[in-house]
């Protein structure tokens, strides 16, 4: 699948204060998807990323990978039509 989606990701575990949104920004960018990764208050993070439904599902792999800074327990995403898009890939 080719076509441009946004991929709404909440990732649970050890995820904060251990470089989480950092590496998942570089690994974003390597593959050329648009976004931000955010801390959220209940220690998840929130990734939005938008780009080919195939880079999204790169990514999602690579979080739900062994190679994640901290302790990843558990991936949950939801799909859907790209917004107004993003000028690259941000730290919130």
Do not use: K
């Not at 204060?17 to 801390?39: C, D, H, K, M, P």
């Not at 939005?48 to 792999?61: I, K, M, Y």
Request: charged share 20%; proline share 3%.
């Amino acid at each position: 699948m080719s076509e441009h989606v946004r991929a709404t990701v909440w990732v649970r575990g050890r995820v904060q204060q251990v470089g989480f949104r950092w590496w998942t920004r570089a690994r974003a960018l390597e593959i050329g998807l648009t976004g931000y990764a955010s801390n959220l208050g209940d220690g998840r993070v929130q990734v939005v990323a938008e780009g080919s439904h195939a880079d999204c599902e790169r990514l999602l792999a690579l979080l739900r990978g062994p190679d994640t800074p901290g302790r990843v327990t558990g991936v949950t995403e939801i799909w859907s039509a790209t917004g107004a898009g993003y000028p690259g890939f941000e730290i919130r």
